[in-house]
T-cell receptor
Framework: AQSVTQLGSHVSVSEGALVLLRCNYSSSVPPYLFWYVQYPNQGLQLLLKYTTGATLVKGINGFEAEFKKSETSFHLTKPSAHMSDAAEYFCAVSDFTQGGSEKLVFGKGTKLTVNP | NAGVTQTPKFQVLKTGQSMTLQCAQDMNHEYMSWYRQDPGMGLRLIHYSVGAGITDQGEVPNGYNVSRSTTEDFPLRLLSAAPSQTSVYFC?????????????FGPGTRLTVT
């Protein structure tokens, strides 16, 4: 079964600074990879996903992530943080249920704080 | 489109009570899922459905029942609530399997069991 590790449950950056949120997955077989964002008191929404092809994936709100097979990583970055980026970010990887359907396995989340 | 809607937003139950969390979507998605979110645990899959009349268990199904009589609705039933079921519950829908397709999440139901 797949597992996802997000390094750092809390990350704090200054407005305008680089945002780097780390995600590693367990499988040697490249899965589909996702980043979801959860703003306070809301449901999750998709930031970006990697399926096949180009390993650098661009998402909404200026975020991007790079799939590195050799490192089993899918780190999320944004060159310049904005106050509105404060949220919790979840990395997720595709896996299969016991019934054989595809499902998502989520990491535990990283809460991003942006300081003025 | 309303997207994915969930009711109620908040609920307090006593141990042993039962209740149904409602979920509806108006995007004609075949796939629907229920997750629970606990602090420091991420989201865990409770039950999912690949179409009307077809449901299956996820990672943490114990204590929960589901049914899918229509494409639009996917209610989650707690048969006898326990304090361990205190959580935030999210319903999600997608065109295809959640491991491939974008999932659209509802706003959540915050449940407290005392």
């Amino acid at each position: 079964a797949q597992s996802v590790t997000q390094l750092g449950s809390h990350v704090s950056v200054s407005e305008g600074a680089l945002v780097l949120l780390r995600c590693n997955y367990s499988s040697s077989v490249p899965p589909y990879l996702f980043w979801y964002v959860q703003y306070p008191n809301q449901g999750l929404q998709l930031l970006l996903k990697y399926t096949t092809g180009a390993t650098l994936v661009k998402g909404i709100n200026g975020f991007e992530a790079e799939f590195k097979k050799s490192e089993t990583s899918f780190h999320l970055t944004k060159p310049s943080a904005h106050m509105s980026d404060a949220a919790e970010y979840f990395c997720a990887v595709s896996d299969f249920t016991q019934g054989g359907s595809e499902k998502l396995v989520f990491g535990k989340g990283t809460k991003l704080t942006v300081n003025p | 489109n309303a997207g994915v809607t969930q009711t109620p937003k908040f609920q307090v139950l006593k141990t042993g009570q039962s209740m149904t969390l409602q979920c509806a979507q108006d995007m004609n998605h075949e796939y629907m899922s229920w997750y629970r979110q606990d602090p420091g645990m991420g989201l865990r899959l409770i039950h999912y459905s690949v179409g009307a009349g077809i449901t299956d268990q996820g990672e943490v199904p114990n204590g929960y029942n589901v049914s899918r009589s229509t494409t639009e609705d996917f209610p989650l039933r707690l048969l006898s609530a326990a304090p361990s079921q205190t959580s935030v519950y999210f319903c999600a829908s997608s065109y295809g399997p959640g491991g491939t397709y974008e999932q659209y999440f509802g706003p959540g139901t915050r449940l407290t069991v005392t």
